[in-house]
């Protein structure tokens, strides 16, 4: 019985309605794609045309047994059991089993490629292999939990405020895996098995490359979904933000001052609510009489503006009623057309939706772009729906529970288009979330509405270093935290402090909170709009805090070029800035997780403090020399060692091997 056929270097398999293809996809790499009753579709949700890959051929060896390769991965393929099903396997060059699918041909039964009917629709999926032992498990982008290694835990595959589902794993037994499929779903790495699920898709679609160090297998990934650009110079040094600088003279003198004591400053920031109307896409002009001569002394200034933008249409926008009559909008599958309610009632638009972006593009060009304004923040990508019922709404794209979470990058790329249609050549925008292929549109990713305590900030090394893993190299987080946070308490000064030592090492430096107590805001006529919060800038914090926050910003700035170096690394090569111990030193066991320190680039290791009160930390030291750049001391590797952290110190140290 034919159960398998050969196109080109594609292998295909057909049995009980699946076909089946494994095909060499990039350098050292393989693409596999199942569908049930149909061929499967060639979806390009992140996955870029694949380079060719040398040494690269499927062969059948006989009416049981093919085999795909693809430099240093094969896939061998052997259809056994009652049923017949197509059993595979992924080694590397050496013949050594990276990952398998979990057998099932037996009197269980089980089936390792399981399409469950939905009636009248598509299917649930869940794609199982087996469970390794000793294996480690790092990216999938960012999740709100103090883990590094992923082995034994459950995620949820969808977007919330402050996490951001990347699913892209790199293995310690030398493998990347991309689960290329926008589905609402989870995945559970067990011990027994690891289990990828999706509530409803129409096929099978993952990616899978092979590598001796986690370098090449982030050069893979990013060759298979896209490089980030390069980071342009005003995103090497510092931003200042706060929520809110409610008028255009409030920004400019905040500007102003940094200048007057000779503080380095790139970018500042206008946050949310600066529009009449949400969704108007526009200076509100009560308050921002003058956007061109706003953004001209700032530049004078050598300061670029950042201006926020939300996704959300209010009911009330002078854009809503032609938005919605063109279905621009996301639709609600049932009830009331309102996403989220925020001061005002909305809809977000359609992210994936050509006319949609092409829409929002030209109404930010004409009210923002043109004024000179360069960089965006573009809030609430997940989106953040009022209530997170994923099966509650439509895309143009599909119904969210399928295609959901490839919202925010399809967010990023209405911007990216825009900007390069426009002439610009290194577009980076902030945004709140993040899917597989969002670096390729100058996406930056900050991790969201967090508390402004320590457990939180915990949280954010975890975060930072495996959303570098999953393909996001550009990273930041609001450095004190976004909620609360009062800057004359000195508990939360000395979090601001610790917090603004770690950012100098962060890929993107920026001051952001919602700091307590808020200030109330009137219109003119006495109508109150939003809250503006309490003073944030680097001066704001007390006499303690200021000489030390003006030592980290200048030493930011000191680091310019090593900075710029390690964004090109992550422009050409697709290797992150923040990186685990076990990138760096992937044969050292101590280092597997290590999550309370990492590499800043291959130069700095640094060892943020994380506890209140410390004044020392334990730090382990790989083979090598490594010279404190505070104090000069050099310490030998291949030991831990208790160092000194006074409160003006982050421990740093430097590598001294050649």
Same mark, same amino acid.
């Given at each position: 019985?034919?159960?398998?056929?050969?196109?080109?270097?594609?292998?295909?398999?057909?049995?009980?309605?699946? @076909?089946?293809?494994?095909?060499?996809?990039?350098?050292?790499?393989?693409?596999?794609?199942?569908?049930?009753?149909?061929?499967?579709?060639?979806?390009?949700?992140?996955?870029?045309?694949?380079?060719?890959?040398?040494?690269?051929?499927?062969?059948?060896?006989?009416?049981?047994?093919?085999?795909?390769?693809?430099?240093?991965?094969?896939?061998?393929?052997?259809?056994?059991?009652?049923?017949?099903?197509?059993?595979?396997?992924?080694?590397?060059? #050496?013949?050594?089993?990276?990952?398998?699918?979990?057998?099932?041909?037996?009197?269980?039964?089980?089936?390792?490629?399981?399409?469950?009917?939905?009636?009248?629709?598509?299917?649930?999926?869940?794609?199982?292999?087996?469970?390794?032992?000793?294996?480690?498990?790092?990216?999938?982008?960012?999740?709100?939990?103090?883990?590094?290694?992923?082995?034994?835990?459950?995620?949820?595959?969808?977007?919330?405020?402050?996490?951001?589902?990347?699913?892209?794993?790199?293995?310690?037994?030398?493998?990347?895996?991309?689960?290329?499929?926008?589905?609402?779903?989870?995945?559970?790495?067990?011990?027994?098995?690891?289990?990828?699920?999706?509530?409803?898709?129409?096929?099978?679609?993952?990616?899978?490359?092979?590598? *001796?160090?986690?370098?090449?297998?982030?050069?893979?990934?990013?060759?298979?979904?896209?490089?980030?650009?390069?980071?342009?110079?005003?995103?090497?040094?510092?931003?200042?933000?706060?929520?809110?600088?409610?008028?255009?003279?409030?920004?400019?003198?905040?500007?102003?001052?940094?200048?007057?004591?000779?503080?380095?400053?790139?970018?500042?920031?206008?946050?949310?609510?600066?529009?009449?109307?949400?969704?108007?896409?526009?200076?509100?002009?009560?308050?921002?009489?003058?956007?061109?001569?706003?953004?001209?002394?700032?530049?004078?200034?050598?300061?670029?503006?950042?201006?926020?933008?939300?996704?959300?249409?209010?009911?009330?926008?002078?854009?809503?009623?032609?938005?919605?009559?063109?279905?621009?909008?996301?639709?609600?599958?049932?009830?009331?057309?309102?996403?989220? #309610?925020?001061?005002? %009632?909305?809809?977000?638009?359609?992210?994936?939706?050509?006319?949609?972006?092409?829409?929002?593009?030209?109404?930010?060009?004409?009210?923002?772009? %043109?004024?000179?304004?360069?960089?965006?923040?573009?809030?609430?990508?997940?989106?953040?729906?009022?209530?997170? *019922?994923?099966?509650?709404?439509?895309?143009?794209?599909?119904?969210?529970?399928?295609?959901?979470?490839?919202?925010?990058?399809?967010?990023?790329?209405?911007?990216?288009?825009?900007?390069?249609?426009?002439?610009?050549?290194?577009?980076?925008?902030?945004?709140?979330?993040?899917?597989?292929?969002?670096?390729?549109?100058?996406?930056?990713?900050?991790?969201?509405?967090?508390?402004?305590?320590?457990? %939180?900030?915990?949280?954010?090394?975890?975060?930072?270093?495996?959303?570098?893993?999953?393909?996001?190299?550009?990273? @930041?987080?609001?450095?004190?935290?976004?909620?609360?946070?009062?800057?004359?308490?000195?508990?939360?000064?000395?979090?601001?402090?610790?917090?603004?030592?770690?950012?100098?090492?962060?890929?993107?430096?920026?001051?952001?909170?919602?700091?307590?107590?808020?200030?109330?805001?009137?219109?003119?006529?006495?109508?109150?709009?939003?809250?503006?919060?309490?003073?944030?800038?680097?001066?704001?914090?007390?006499?303690?805090?200021?000489?030390?926050?003006?030592?980290?910003?200048?030493?930011?700035?000191?680091?310019?070029?090593?900075?710029?170096?390690?964004?090109?690394?992550?422009?050409?090569?697709? @290797?992150?800035?923040?990186?685990?111990?076990?990138?760096?030193?992937?044969?050292?066991?101590?280092?597997?997780?290590?999550? *309370?320190?990492?590499?800043?680039?291959?130069?700095?290791?640094?060892?943020?403090?994380?506890?209140?009160?410390?004044?020392?930390?334990?730090?382990?030291?790989?083979?090598?020399?490594?010279?404190?750049?505070?104090?000069?001391?050099?310490?030998?590797?291949?030991?831990?060692?208790?160092?000194?952290?006074?409160?003006?110190?982050?421990?740093?140290?430097?590598?001294?091997?050649?």
């Amino acid at each position: 019985m034919n159960y398998f056929e050969c196109d080109g270097q594609r292998l295909i398999f057909r049995n009980h309605g699946e @076909t089946l293809f494994i095909e060499p996809w990039g350098r050292d790499s393989l693409r596999v794609r199942s569908a049930l009753m149909r061929e499967p579709a060639d979806e390009r949700f992140a996955l870029l045309d694949p380079a060719p890959c040398e040494e690269a051929a499927a062969v059948i060896e006989d009416d049981r047994h093919a085999s795909v390769r693809c430099g240093k991965i094969r896939a061998v393929v052997e259809v056994s059991g009652w049923k017949e099903r197509a059993h595979i396997t992924f080694v590397n060059q #050496r013949d050594e089993i990276l990952l398998r699918e979990t057998e099932g041909e037996n009197a269980l039964v089980l089936q390792a490629r399981k399409f469950e009917p939905i009636l009248g629709g598509d299917f649930s999926l869940t794609a199982t292999f087996q469970g390794m032992d000793g294996e480690h498990i790092y990216g999938m982008g960012q999740y709100q939990e103090e883990y590094l290694d992923w082995k034994g835990c459950t995620l949820e595959l969808a977007h919330r405020n402050s996490q951001a589902s990347v699913p892209v794993i790199l293995s310690s037994r030398g493998y990347g895996f991309l689960w290329h499929n926008p589905a609402i779903g989870s995945v559970s790495f067990g011990r027994n098995r690891t289990t990828w699920h999706a509530d409803s898709t129409r096929q099978l679609d993952y990616w899978i490359t092979a590598g *001796d160090r986690p370098e090449d297998i982030s050069r893979n990934y990013a060759k298979a979904t896209g490089f980030v650009p390069m980071m342009p110079e005003y995103g090497l040094g510092f931003w200042q933000c706060k929520l809110r600088y409610w008028n255009q003279e409030q920004l400019l003198e905040v500007a102003r001052e940094y200048k007057r004591r000779n503080l380095p400053i790139d970018v500042i920031v206008c946050d949310f609510f600066h529009w009449p109307h949400m969704g108007d896409y526009r200076f509100d002009p009560e308050f921002f009489p003058d956007p061109g001569a706003m953004v001209r002394e700032l530049k004078e200034m050598g300061i670029e503006l950042m201006v926020s933008v939300w996704p959300q249409i209010a009911l009330t926008s002078e854009n809503y009623p032609e938005m919605c009559q063109q279905g621009l909008l996301v639709r609600a599958e049932y009830g009331e057309q309102v996403g989220m #309610r925020f001061v005002e %009632d909305s809809m977000f638009f359609d992210a994936t939706n050509p006319r949609a972006r092409e829409y929002v593009w030209k109404k930010c060009k004409q009210n923002y772009y %043109d004024y000179g304004i360069r960089v965006f923040w573009l809030d609430e990508a997940e989106p953040e729906y009022g209530t997170y *019922d994923f099966k509650a709404y439509r895309y143009a794209l599909g119904p969210n529970q399928q295609v959901g979470n490839v919202y925010p990058q399809l967010y990023a790329r209405t911007f990216y288009d825009g900007m390069r249609a426009a002439g610009q050549e290194n577009p980076v925008n902030l945004l709140r979330c993040a899917w597989a292929g969002s670096q390729r549109y100058g996406a930056l990713v900050w991790s969201g509405d967090i508390m402004s305590d320590w457990k %939180d900030f915990r949280r954010q090394i975890c975060a930072g270093i495996n959303m570098g893993v999953a393909g996001i190299p550009w990273w @930041t987080t609001d450095i004190g935290g976004f909620h609360q946070g009062n800057p004359d308490d000195p508990a939360f000064r000395e979090l601001l402090i610790r917090w603004f030592q770690w950012g100098c090492y962060c890929p993107v430096m920026r001051l952001h909170g919602d700091r307590q107590p808020s200030e109330p805001v009137y219109r003119a006529d006495g109508t109150r709009v939003l809250n503006s919060g309490a003073k944030n800038e680097v001066w704001s914090f007390g006499e303690e805090a200021y000489p030390i926050l003006v030592k980290y910003l200048e030493r930011r700035e000191s680091m310019r070029d090593y900075v710029r170096g390690l964004m090109r690394q992550a422009h050409e090569e697709g @290797t992150p800035l923040l990186r685990g111990m076990f990138y760096e030193c992937p044969g050292d066991p101590a280092c597997a997780d290590l999550k *309370d320190q990492y590499f800043f680039g291959p130069r700095y290791l640094v060892a943020p403090v994380l506890n209140p009160g410390c004044r020392e930390r334990s730090v382990y030291f790989p083979e090598g020399k490594w010279k404190n750049v505070d104090t000069g001391e050099v310490l030998s590797g291949g030991q831990c060692r208790t160092v000194p952290a006074p409160l003006d110190v982050i421990p740093v140290f430097e590598r001294m091997d050649p």
